[in-house]
């Protein structure tokens, strides 16, 4: 069984560009999360999709969004990159059901300079 | 207000030597335990889990956890570390999947380094 795919792997981009983030989850799962990965920072909810909508959010500005698709998979856009927004961002999916485990991908590593 | 505290920032232990890694959640329902390792540069992935009935719980790569109500603690043990168990840990707490609180809610981590 396939796990969790990130794409790209690395993905370096100026200030003030947008980088979209994609990640395809395990088969038959409906939830995707996102996480940002800051050095220092651990791990921080970004946005949580289940069924093609945003149940929940983290504590991040407007300019983090993203979306679900009918087949579950999931995109991240970030909008005006800042510098701060270098990290690791990880996507997990998990079954649509109480108590279930999350399961990560690998990550894509943005780099704004 | 839901959180789980992880202590130790980093912890250094001699190869062959006992390990506990401690977490503490604050939860107001039912919590659903989970931990986590992370290799450098890697994702997440899961050790073991408790959701209910024996407190004391069996994961991957020789680890356990065991789950104490009454001290709001779910302690990761392993016997005897292997050079590969260097890397970052985290504890989570999660619960009712459509609840408002339904995000599984990360630790800040434990660093784990091997001393050979």
């Known amino acids: 069984e396939a796990g969790v795919t990130q794409s790209p792997t690395h993905l370096i981009k100026t200030r003030g560009q947008q980088a979209t983030l994609r990640c395809s989850p395990i088969?038959?799962?409906?939830?995707v999360y996102w996480y940002q990965q800051a050095l220092g920072l651990g791990l921080q909810f970004l946005l949580w999709?289940?069924?093609?909508?945003?149940?929940n959010r983290g504590n991040f500005p407007p300019r983090f969004s993203g979306r679900q698709f009918p087949n579950y998979s999931s995109e991240l856009n970030v909008n005006a990159l800042e510098l701060e927004d270098s990290a690791l961002y990880l996507c997990?999916?998990?079954?649509?059901?109480?108590?279930?485990?999350?399961?990560f991908g690998p990550g894509t590593r943005l780099t704004v300079t | 207000a839901q959180s789980v505290t992880q202590p130790d920032i980093h912890i250094t232990v001699s190869e062959g030597a006992s390990l506990e890694l401690r977490c503490n959640y604050s939860?107001?329902?039912?919590?659903?335990l989970f931990w986590y390792v992370q290799s450098p540069g890697q994702g997440l992935q899961l050790l073991l889990k408790?959701?209910?009935?024996?407190?004391l719980v069996q994961g991957i790569k020789g680890f356990e956890a065991e789950f104490k109500r009454s001290q709001s603690s779910f302690n990761l043990r392993k016997p005897s570390v292997h050079w590969s168990d260097a890397a970052e840990y985290f504890c989570a707490v999660g619960g009712e999947i459509y609840s408002s609180a339904s995000k599984i809610i990360f630790g800040s981590g434990t660093r784990l380094s091997i001393r050979p």
């Open positions: 997990a999916s998990r079954l649509g059901r109480t108590g279930s485990e999350q399961y």
């Open positions: 408790y959701f209910s009935g024996d407190t």
């Open positions: 088969s038959g799962h409906t939830s």
């Open positions: 999709y289940d069924e093609g909508e945003e149940r």
């Open positions: 939860y107001g329902a039912t919590p659903y």
